[in-house]
């Protein structure tokens, strides 16, 4: 009987360092990628100074509780074009249902997860108490609505409201 006789390589430490440094050079080439990818797909924050915004909330609060008190009924409508823009038109009546004339109007369609793409929105009054605006290259899926309406330099009105466009 013959015996099969099996040879293996001794493990040396050159072969041990080659692996080891494979190893790290994997790990740290993943990391490198991830991290990149992370960041290139970031959109920021949502307020540069957190603490900044906790003060300016009280005026927040402050500005619709006036806001409430003056018991304007603002409507807006956005609707989508076909060219894939978006009209937007706001009605604005005080609480008496007289129409709310020199306002100046503004707005944004934000989008909920990526800041990159909001759109700036100027309107322009069309009429008494009727403003008017478009936004181009307004893409599909879920905005949020911002509209304010300054009197005089100071803003009176702030909405926000979550719209989805198709």
Known sequence: MTEA???QKPLTGRFVLIVTLA?????I???IVMMRLAISTLPGTEVDSA???SLAYQGEINAAHDQDARSWKVDARIER???GAAALRVEAHDRDGQPLTGLAFSGRLERPADQRQDKLI???ELDKGEYGASATDVAPGQWELVIEGDLQG???FLSRNRVVLN
């Open 122 to 124: 100027a309107f322009a």
């Open 81 to 83: 074009r076909p060219d």
């Open 51 to 53: 603490y900044k915004a």
């Open 23 to 27: 190893f790290f050079a994997v790990v």
């Open 5 to 7: 006789r099996t040879t």
């Open 154 to 156: 100071k803003r009176v």
């Open 29 to 31: 080439g993943v990391n």
